[in-house]
C-alpha cells in the first residue's frame, strides 16, 4: 500500500454524499469494534446526523487467527473485554448476548470462568461481524492513499477494485507474523499463526519429531498440541530460558489493561513508560498461563518415570545449525551455557517468535517521517490521531502499532470497546465542526 499527499489535487471536488465519514482499513476485532460503536451512534441519532462508515478486507471472510483455533485453549482475556461492554453494558453486541442468543447463557454461567475457549470466543467475533451489517469489502486490498484537501482518496484493488473518498481513515491492519533473522517459510518451516492449516499441508510423517522455536503461550499450545495430536512423534521446545515464565495475570498487575492506565501511560515521560512496559512485560510476553507449565511439566516427568519420552524442553538452548530437504528438517539445538550441541531430524520447525506491527511508514510514505518512527514509532495523539508530517483536512487513526504511546493494549482486546468509542467520538465532534 502507498500513501501520500496531492498539494494539487486535479479531480473536481467530490458532492458530499460521495465522502464517506470513516473508511476502515482492515476488519478484524478492532475495526470490528469501531463498527459496532458507528451502529448503535447512528440508532441513536436521525438519519442526517448518521455516520457513514465502509471498511477494507484482504482476507475472503472475517476471521481471527483461525489457525490458532487449537482445541480446547482458552481466551487469556476475560469475556466482559468483548468488543462493546466496557463502553456499553446494555449493548445487543456483547458476549453474554452472543450466549443468549444460541441459548448457553445459563451452561456458560454454570461452567464459572472468565475465559471461554478460543473457539467459542471467535464464533463471537463471527456472529458479531454478521450481525452488525457492516459495509465490507472482502477480498479487497488498499492501495494508495492520497491527501486530498478536505478528505483522502482510497484505491483498492481484489474483489471491489476502485476508489473511495473519506474524510478519515482508521488503521487496523493487524500484526505481522516475525520469523527468525536468515529463516524462510518452506512447507516444514512456519509460523505457528497459521498452525493448522500449514500442518494440514505438511508432506507425509517420516521422522516422527517436530521442534517448537519460542517461550510464549502460543509455543506452549503449540507444543501440547503437537504432543496430543501425533502420539508416536517427539516434540522439542527450544527456547532462551531455562523454563517457561509464567504469565502475571494477578488482580493489581492486570491493572495496566484498565481504560484509565491508558490516560495515565500516555501522560507519563518516556522514562517512566519504558519502567512500566517492562514492569509489565511478563503480563503478555513471552509469559505462559500457569496451568499450562504445570501440564507440560507434569507430561515430561511423567515420561522420565514410565517412558517413552517425546516431550522435550530445551531451556537455555538456541538452534544453532538448521537444513531441510525434501525428507525433512535437521536442526542442532546448543545448550548455550555448556555449548554441547544435539542435532535432531524432524518432519517440521514451528516457530512461534512473535509479531510486528504494520510498517507505516512503507504505507504512509511523505506523510510519515522514517527516521522519527524508527527512532520513536508513531506520533500519535491521546485519541489515537496520528500526527503527520504535513497538514491533512482528514485525521488518520491507528488501532494498533501506539504501545510506545499508550501502553500494552495497544495490540490487544483488552480496550477495543473503549478505544473505538473514543475514536467515534472525535470523529463526531470533527463532523459536527463541518456541517455546522
Not at 456472529?127 to 488498499?142: E, F, H, I, L, Q
Not at 512473535?354 to 500519535?380: A, E, H, Q
Amino acid at each position: 500500500m502507498h500513501f501520500r499527499d496531492t498539494v494539487n489535487h486535479q479531480n473536481s471536488t467530490p458532492h458530499d454524499d460521495d465522502v464517506i465519514d470513516v473508511i476502515g482499513v482492515g476488519f478484524g476485532p478492532s475495526n470490528l469494534g469501531l463498527a459496532i460503536a458507528i451502529r448503535e451512534y447512528n440508532e441513536a441519532r436521525d438519519s442526517e446526523d448518521h455516520i457513514s462508515a465502509r471498511f477494507v478486507e484482504s482476507k475472503p471472510t472475517f476471521g481471527w487467527h483461525p489457525g490458532m483455533l487449537i482445541p480446547d485453549t482458552t481466551m487469556q482475556v476475560s469475556f466482559l473485554k468483548d468488543l462493546a461492554t466496557q463502553r456499553n453494558t446494555t449493548s445487543r453486541f456483547t458476549f453474554l448476548n452472543f450466549l443468549a442468543e444460541h441459548e448457553r447463557l445459563s451452561h456458560f454461567v454454570n461452567y464459572q470462568t472468565f475465559f471461554p475457549t478460543r473457539i467459542e470466543f471467535h464464533k463471537y467475533l463471527e456472529w458479531a461481524a454478521a450481525t452488525v451489517d457492516a459495509a465490507v469489502d472482502y477480498g479487497t486490498r488498499v492501495v494508495e492513499i492520497i491527501s486530498a484537501g478536505d478528505y483522502f482518496e482510497v484505491t483498492t484493488n481484489g474483489q471491489a477494485e476502485g476508489t473511495l473518498r473519506a474524510r478519515n481513515i482508521v488503521m487496523a491492519g493487524g500484526l505481522t507474523a516475525t520469523l527468525p533473522d536468515g529463516v524462510s517459510p518452506t512447507n516444514r518451516q512456519f509460523h505457528n499463526h497459521n498452525l493448522l492449516f500449514d500442518l494440514a499441508e505438511l508432506p507425509p510423517i517420516r521422522n516422527n519429531s517436530f521442534v517448537v522455536v519460542g517461550a510464549g503461550q502460543s509455543a506452549a499450545e503449540v507444543a501440547r498440541y503437537l504432543h496430543s495430536t501425533y502420539p508416536q512423534a517427539e516434540v522439542h521446545a527450544v527456547f532462551g530460558k531455562y523454563g517457561y515464565s509464567p504469565s502475571d495475570d494477578s488482580p493489581y498487575a492486570n491493572r495496566i489493561f484498565d481504560p484509565v492506565a491508558v490516560d495515565d501511560f500516555y501522560s507519563s515521560s518516556p522514562d517512566i513508560r519504558d519502567q512500566l512496559l517492562k514492569y509489565h512485560r511478563g503480563t503478555n510476553y513471552s509469559a505462559v498461563d500457569l496451568p499450562l507449565i504445570e501440564e507440560l511439566y507434569a507430561l515430561e516427568y511423567a515420561e522420565r518415570v514410565q517412558g517413552p519420552r517425546r516431550l522435550f524442553v530445551h531451556g537455555a538452548s538456541s538452534i544453532s545449525a538448521i537444513h531441510e530437504d525434501a525428507g525433512g528438517v535437521d536442526v542442532t539445538v546448543e545448550h548455550r551455557p555448556t555449548g554441547l550441541t544435539e542435532t535432531f531430524r524432524n518432519d517440521a520447525v514451528i516457530y512461534a517468535t512473535g509479531f510486528k506491527p504494520m510498517d507505516l511508514p512503507s504505507i504512509l510514505g511523505p506523510l510519515c517521517n522514517r527516521d522519527d518512527f524508527d527512532k520513536n514509532g508513531p506520533s500519535v495523539t491521546r485519541d489515537y490521531r496520528l500526527i503527520t508530517n504535513e497538514e491533512c483536512g482528514g485525521s488518520i487513526f491507528l488501532q494498533g502499532g501506539t504501545e510506545h504511546s499508550h501502553g500494552l493494549t495497544s495490540s490487544l482486546l483488552s480496550n477495543i470497546a473503549i478505544r473505538s468509542g473514543e475514536i467515534l467520538a472525535t470523529v463526531a465532534s470533527h463532523r459536527a465542526t463541518v456541517t455546522v
